[in-house]
């Protein structure tokens, strides 16, 4: 689609190097960093069916599809926040304490619509919080959401005692386990939100107002962006969605304790950093994010393709965040040279 | 600011007493939290001021104590380590390990410090070298540690300490128990290294004037680099004391902990902007920490739970420390 050098080669062979590297070097910087996580998702697709003979099922495919949902969704809210210049590093506990809410909620009520407004709105209100601590208290964002992280994990295990709730009605459990047309639904749930994300960050002027504030918050005040209502904005989002992602994940799993979900927030990370955007604010896109969540998770399903030890993931994990980083900042000295 | 110069520069006499003067202020309100709290659970609970509760106390604060001392470090140089707990953890599995099939101390702590200076040099490189903002490349690191520690022990407890490791935790010598006998040696040498020496002046110039130190021909990096070793390696010591008190080496052990370390590091008035430290301050926070922590544990109120209320207090503290900064 965004690369037709790529997906020509026989038309790339007729024309001569420099023609080639022109055309690339013509591209857009975006549209050429997205390519190369394309291009390397693809090689890791081929890769994995070459090793093994598992990764090419449907159900394999489909499983895939559905965990990466899961991470996108959360991790396109962070990939808000970090377009800012910011991190929201709470995003995991958010999951916990809402998914702990919404099925605390719906045992006692039986009431999903209750469930799912409890869990949305729990997200969202923590994200505020996170927003307001940053810019009203003006703590950098790591320490707020990281001191948030805590304060929810704590929270949480406060109120479900150390029990485990499981056993929603079926129609709940459709938001995470059911299908339409053999796609999971969280697959379209994704699908949406890309398109909304997309459309949010690059055709709106709040969303370009967010770029502008990650790239130099100074010069987006003096052109009249309101910086603090922005960042307001991009943790409430980032909040939300961890309250969307909370439901979906408490309707797969059909069970709840205090620790649910807490573990998504490195693999959040990990997926927009990936995904090209940059820590330094400014730098990235929503597309980028989808890339990067189906290319992080592709590497875990190898892995278990591949009989390794899920210990070894978050190990994985954290190698993968410092080198995509690292691989980021080596492209943007080259393109400053 | 001003003060910054007066400490990169450490001239005897009147401007070094009057910025320890202004450093008393921040600390100020640290001792403050820490009368409030000692008050508030000397009335809501009934063992709170026995003596064996406060030394309770102290030797428990000590495992925290050789964690924040370093965090102290590293913050003031703008910087964070998310890893510190994670490698705490991992010290921990492999010194037990170590420990158990030698059945002695000495290889066992090595490979522990081993583990710690391996994880300070990465940190280091990578924020030093490869210029990742700390707060990520340390939760890389930290996803690693975790990781190897669930890989090294396969999820299961390591049990079997000798008693030879035991004592640094139960021991005493002189009367006074053992692990206080680490964290006073510590404290003193980071004080001494901190406040009297070339190095220190240096760690605290590195935060406020990363650039000045450069042109000043001072290798910034090294300086950086050796903060984060410094790190590693009492995570390491730190996972002496910590198999020792729970005789056992676990793949969850210490992981969080790193939030009890920055916690008490900010309490004690240590910025995590503008280069600004102080070690006894730090020493007030732990102690914060720790009668928080101890006073809850007397109310039956869970683990899980007080690290809620450590986080409220250090939204507290920077409160205070920013409606202060408002002020001057």
Redesign the interface.
């Known amino acids: 689609m965004k690369t037709p050098t790529l997906s020509s080669p026989a038309g790339a062979s007729a024309q001569n190097a420099s023609g080639l590297q022109g055309l690339w070097q013509a591209l857009p910087d975006p549209v050429r960093s997205v390519a190369f996580r394309l291009l390397a998702l693809g090689l890791l697709c081929l890769a994995l069916s070459l090793a093994s003979d598992a990764f090419l099922t449907t159900t394999n495919i489909v499983n895939v599809l559905r965990q990466a949902a899961l991470l996108f969704l959360l991790a396109s809210g962070v990939t808000l926040v970090i377009l800012t210049a910011g991190l929201d590093l709470s995003v995991g506990a958010n999951v916990a304490m809402s998914a702990c809410l919404a099925a605390t909620l719906m045992k006692a009520t039986g009431s999903i619509t209750l469930a799912v407004f409890a869990g949305l709105g729990c997200g969202l209100l923590i994200g505020i919080a996170n927003g307001l601590l940053i810019t009203l208290l003006r703590l950098p964002p790591f320490i707020a959401t990281y001191g948030m992280l805590w304060i929810l994990h704590g929270v949480t295990y406060w109120f479900m005692k150390g029990e485990t709730i499981h056993g929603f009605p079926p129609a709940f459990r459709a938001i995470g386990s059911g299908h339409w047309l053999g796609i999971p639904i969280p697959v379209y749930l994704m699908v949406a939100f890309l398109f909304i994300g997309v459309l949010f960050a690059q055709r709106t002027r709040w969303g370009q107002e967010i770029y502008a504030v990650g790239a130099n918050p100074e010069a987006a005040r003096l052109s009249g962006v309101p910086v603090k209502s922005r960042l307001v904005l991009v943790y409430a989002v980032s909040g939300a969605m961890a309250g969307l992602a909370s439901l979906i994940f408490l309707a797969r799993l059909n069970s709840a304790e205090g620790d649910i979900g807490e573990a998504l927030t490195l693999p959040a990370i990990a997926a927009v950093l990936i995904g090209g955007t940059s820590l330094f604010g400014g730098v990235g896109s929503v597309f980028g994010t989808l890339v990067g969540a189906l290319i992080l998770t592709l590497v875990l399903n190898g892995m278990n393709l591949l009989a390794i030890s899920s210990n070894w993931q978050p190990v994985v994990t954290g190698v993968i965040v410092v080198l995509a980083v690292f691989l980021d900042n080596l492209t943007r000295k080259g393109d400053r040279k | 600011m001003h003060e910054m110069t007066v400490r990169a520069e450490p001239v005897a006499g009147v401007g070094k007493l009057i910025a320890r003067l202004k450093h008393a202020g921040s600390a100020s309100g640290a001792l403050m939290m820490l009368i409030v709290l000692c008050a508030v659970f000397a009335f809501s609970t009934e063992n709170f001021l026995d003596g064996a509760n406060l030394v309770n106390v102290a030797v428990q604060s000590t495992i925290l104590l050789l964690l924040a001392l370093p965090m102290t470090l590293i913050i003031m140089t703008e910087g964070?380590d998310?890893s510190m707990g994670a490698v705490l953890t991992l010290a921990n599995v492999v010194l037990a390990t170590v420990a158990v099939n030698t059945g002695g101390v000495s290889l066992a702590l090595l490979a522990a410090l081993g583990v710690g200076l391996a994880f300070g040099l990465v940190n280091g490189t990578?924020v030093s070298r490869?210029?990742?903002?700390p707060?990520?490349?340390t939760?890389?690191?930290?996803?690693?540690a975790?990781?190897?520690a669930?890989?090294v022990t396969?999820?299961q407890s390591v049990v079997g300490i000798p008693a030879s490791v035991q004592m640094f935790y139960s021991g005493a010598f002189l009367g006074v128990p053992a692990p206080i006998w680490i964290a006073g040696i510590a404290y003193a040498a980071f004080h001494g290294v901190l406040y009297h020496t070339r190095f220190g002046a240096n760690v605290f110039a590195l935060g406020g004037n990363r650039e000045a130190l450069t042109l000043a021909g001072v290798r910034t990096r090294l300086y950086l680099v050796a903060v984060y070793v410094i790190g590693g390696l009492m995570a390491g010591l730190a996972a002496l004391l910590l198999t020792a008190r729970i005789s056992s080496g676990h793949p969850t052990a210490a992981l969080?902990m790193e939030?009890d370390a920055?916690a008490a590091v900010?309490v004690g008035g240590t910025s995590?902007?503008k280069g600004k430290g102080w070690l006894l301050g730090t020493l007030i926070g732990v102690l914060a920490v720790g009668v928080l922590r101890n006073g809850l544990n007397l109310m039956g109120v869970?683990s899980?739970?007080?690290?809620?209320?450590?986080?409220?207090l250090?939204?507290l503290a920077?409160?205070i420390d920013?409606f202060r900064g408002k002020q001057s």
């Open positions: 964070l998310l990578l490869l210029g990742i903002p707060f990520v490349a939760l890389g690191t930290l996803g690693a975790q990781g190897l669930l890989v396969d999820g969080g939030f920055i900010a995590f902007e869970t899980a739970v007080q690290v809620s209320a450590i986080g409220l250090v939204i920077l409160m920013a």
